[in-house]
């Protein structure tokens, strides 16, 4: 940003004001006089019309003097320096000024030599509160709080060359929260200065600034500085990579330089360029995205995958799993995935361990998935990441091995209790009630440890029983049969037994009878 520092002038006497006025602009071509007044109204006027860097104010002025002007001036115009103007006699008034801030006085007669030398002390002042402001300015731009009524950092319109370094992965906010002070201690370290200058880009202006995430920043200069910065990158990932603590470096240009109200724009394409393109693990000079790149990537895992591990899963062998999780990493990881690409696949992964494995609460699935993708987060190399996937599908596979455990169990002891009980007007609610579940979780689990039904099982084991009483006690009645199997009503043991067995009771002991004499 050019020094060109605005300066208003209030002054009643006209010689005085015509000195002051030819002086400032020969003594120091940084300071530019864009208006006078011969009273404090009309020079406060001309301060919240033009917004000037400085104003030259005189103590004894008509309609309102110069300590009213600068109390004014301090509530309306807070940044603008003001420098009195005075005679000896005035001297008291000097000191009340310094009370507004008054940055300097000059003394009447003012000669050449105390103009210069205030004026190059407020330059002094004025570039380093225009920096401060430039670079506070910059700061909201790239966080999208700027204030557009700055005038000052906008009167003389810049563009900005924006660069993003970004150390580590994406990070999710919870990552972010927990792991902001390794990042900031990597910062910390990084003296910017040397780096730039070891990485031979010379830089007149730039900014090193914060953005959104812990562990990125944003580093800005001047349009016309581009080609410096483009030409250094590669040096620069280089001199970055010590300082990363191990985690990768990637950098990103944007390849045209931005007005400052447009630098947020920048910065979003910048982020949506990291997020495509960052590879876990790698370090790299990133291109701005194109479409033609957007959905270059295959389904990360291919149907092969998934049918070979459901496989492997449903068999029980937990070594081939493990060694099957390990290659479709390793894959992944040679296939140089990129981060959101890998994440998608991550995704898909447990998905499947949870289906094969029969999880199906989908809160249970979430939480296994945003552990493991917040560990991947904040991981240095993918390769790391395994250890967290194996815990992960451990901990489906033994949830699934205790479910069976347990199912096996339950199917164990409702089949006990049938055989103990099925002489006994029983049925599915009450064997629920009796074991402390419901019905239908009862059933559901019997039929799938059994392949039946508990009523079915309680029906097969009745005609069963019933065909031993026939073969056993020829001369028995099939009221008396059926009574002892549970059924006090022959019509429908007599329907029972003929829906299981294909036959009639009678028609049974007649064909068992012929057998045995036979």
Same mark, same amino acid.
């Given at each position: 940003?050019?020094?060109?520092?605005?300066?208003?002038?209030?002054?009643?006497?006209?010689?005085?004001?015509?000195?002051?006025?030819?002086?400032?602009?020969?003594?120091?071509?940084?300071?530019?006089?864009?208006?006078?007044?011969?009273?404090?109204?009309?020079?406060?006027?001309?301060?919240?019309?033009?917004?000037?860097?400085?104003?030259?104010?005189?103590?004894?002025?008509?309609?309102?003097?110069?300590?009213?002007?600068?109390?004014?001036?301090?509530?309306?115009?807070?940044?603008?320096?003001?420098?009195?103007?005075?005679?000896?006699?005035?001297?008291?008034?000097?000191?009340?000024?310094?009370?507004?801030?008054?940055?300097?006085?000059?003394?009447?007669?003012?000669?050449?030599?105390?103009?210069?030398?205030?004026?190059?002390?407020?330059?002094?002042?004025?570039?380093?509160?225009?920096?401060?402001?430039?670079?506070?300015?910059?700061?909201?731009?790239?966080?999208?709080?700027?204030?557009?009524?700055?005038?000052?950092?906008?009167?003389?319109?810049?563009?900005?060359?924006?660069?993003?370094?970004?150390?580590?992965?994406?990070?999710?906010?919870?990552?972010?929260?927990?792991?902001?002070?390794?990042?900031?201690?990597?910062?910390?370290?990084?003296?910017?200065?040397?780096?730039?200058?070891?990485?031979?880009?010379?830089?007149?202006?730039?900014?090193?600034?914060?953005?959104?995430?812990? #562990?990125?920043? $944003? @580093? !800005?200069? *001047?349009?016309?500085?581009?080609?410096?910065?483009?030409?250094?990158? /590669?040096?620069? +990932?280089?001199?970055?990579?010590?300082?990363?603590?191990?985690?990768?470096?990637?950098?990103?240009?944007?390849?045209?330089?931005?007005?400052?109200?447009?630098?947020?724009?920048?910065?979003?394409?910048?982020?949506?360029?990291?997020?495509?393109?960052?590879?876990?693990?790698?370090?790299?000079?990133?291109?701005?995205?194109?479409?033609?790149?957007?959905?270059?990537?295959?389904?990360?895992?291919?149907?092969?995958?998934?049918?070979?591990?459901?496989?492997?899963?449903?068999?029980?062998?937990?070594?081939?799993?493990?060694?099957?999780?390990?290659?479709?990493?390793?894959?992944?990881?040679?296939?140089?995935?990129?981060?959101?690409?890998?994440?998608?696949?991550?995704?898909?992964?447990?998905?499947?361990?949870?289906?094969?494995?029969?999880?199906?609460?989908? #809160?249970?699935? $979430? @939480? !296994?998935? *945003?552990?493991?993708?917040?560990?991947?987060?904040?991981?240095?190399? /993918?390769?790391? +990441?395994?250890?967290?996937?194996?815990?992960?599908?451990?901990?489906?596979?033994?949830?699934?091995?205790?479910?069976?455990?347990?199912?096996?169990?339950?199917?164990?002891?409702?089949?006990?209790?049938?055989?103990?009980?099925?002489?006994?007007?029983?049925?599915?609610?009450?064997?629920?009630?009796?074991?402390?579940?419901?019905?239908?979780?009862?059933?559901?689990?019997?039929?799938?440890?059994?392949?039946?039904?508990?009523?079915?099982?309680?029906?097969?084991?009745?005609?069963?029983?019933?065909?031993?009483?026939?073969?056993?006690?020829?001369?028995?009645?099939?009221?008396?049969?059926?009574?002892?199997?549970?059924?006090?009503?022959?019509?429908?043991?007599?329907?029972?037994?003929?829906?299981?067995?294909?036959?009639?009771?009678?028609?049974?002991?007649?064909?068992?009878?012929?057998?045995?004499?036979?």
């Amino acid at each position: 940003m050019s020094s060109n520092f605005r300066v208003v002038l209030a002054e009643d006497e006209p010689r005085i004001l015509q000195f002051l006025e030819r002086k400032i602009q020969c003594l120091d071509s940084r300071f530019e006089v864009v208006g006078s007044a011969r009273n404090g109204m009309d020079a406060l006027a001309l301060v919240e019309e033009l917004h000037p860097h400085a104003l030259f104010s005189d103590v004894q002025m008509p309609v309102m003097n110069g300590l009213e002007l600068l109390a004014q001036v301090k509530s309306s115009c807070p940044d603008v320096k003001a420098v009195i103007i005075s005679g000896f006699r005035d001297f008291d008034y000097v000191r009340e000024a310094m009370r507004y801030e008054a940055v300097d006085y000059l003394l009447k007669p003012v000669l050449d030599e105390d103009l210069l030398k205030l004026l190059h002390k407020l330059a002094d002042e004025l570039e380093e509160a225009v920096r401060l402001q430039e670079r506070e300015a910059i700061s909201k731009a790239i966080e999208n709080r700027l204030d557009l009524t700055i005038s000052s950092v906008l009167s003389h319109p810049q563009n900005y060359c924006i660069t993003l370094i970004a150390i580590g992965h994406l990070m999710n906010n919870s990552s972010q929260i927990l792991h902001s002070r390794v990042f900031q201690n990597i910062w910390k370290k990084i003296d910017f200065q040397r780096i730039l200058e070891k990485s031979g880009i010379a830089l007149k202006n730039w900014w090193f600034c914060d953005g959104w995430n812990v #562990n990125h920043k $944003y @580093l !800005v200069c *001047y349009a016309e500085e581009m080609a410096a910065v483009e030409s250094g990158l /590669p040096v620069l +990932l280089d001199e970055l990579k010590p300082f990363s603590g191990g985690y990768p470096v990637n950098l990103c240009m944007l390849p045209d330089a931005l007005p400052l109200y447009k630098l947020h724009e920048g910065v979003l394409a910048l982020q949506e360029s990291v997020g495509r393109a960052l590879i876990p693990g790698i370090s790299q000079i990133l291109p701005l995205k194109s479409e033609e790149t957007k959905d270059s990537h295959p389904a990360i895992l291919t149907s092969n995958q998934s049918q070979l591990l459901k496989s492997l899963i449903s068999s029980g062998r937990t070594d081939e799993v493990k060694k099957q999780l390990e290659n479709t990493l390793q894959n992944w990881i040679d296939c140089r995935y990129p981060q959101m690409v890998f994440e998608n696949g991550l995704r898909q992964l447990f998905r499947l361990l949870a289906s094969a494995t029969s999880i199906t609460d989908e #809160n249970e699935l $979430y @939480l !296994v998935q *945003y552990h493991t993708l917040a560990f991947f987060s904040t991981c240095r190399t /993918p390769e790391e +990441l395994f250890p967290e996937i194996w815990e992960a599908a451990l901990h489906f596979l033994n949830k699934q091995a205790l479910e069976k455990d347990y199912g096996r169990k339950t199917a164990e002891d409702v089949e006990q209790y049938i055989r103990l009980h099925y002489t006994e007007d029983i049925s599915l609610e009450t064997i629920a009630s009796i074991m402390g579940f419901h019905s239908v979780y009862l059933n559901r689990i019997f039929k799938k440890e059994k392949q039946i039904t508990p009523i079915q099982f309680l029906i097969n084991l009745r005609i069963e029983k019933a065909k031993e009483f026939i073969l056993q006690h020829p001369d028995w009645d099939f009221t008396t049969i059926g009574e002892s199997v549970g059924y006090h009503d022959p019509h429908y043991f007599s329907r029972a037994f003929k829906k299981v067995s294909g036959m009639s009771p009678s028609e049974y002991r007649s064909m068992v009878h012929v057998s045995l004499k036979i």
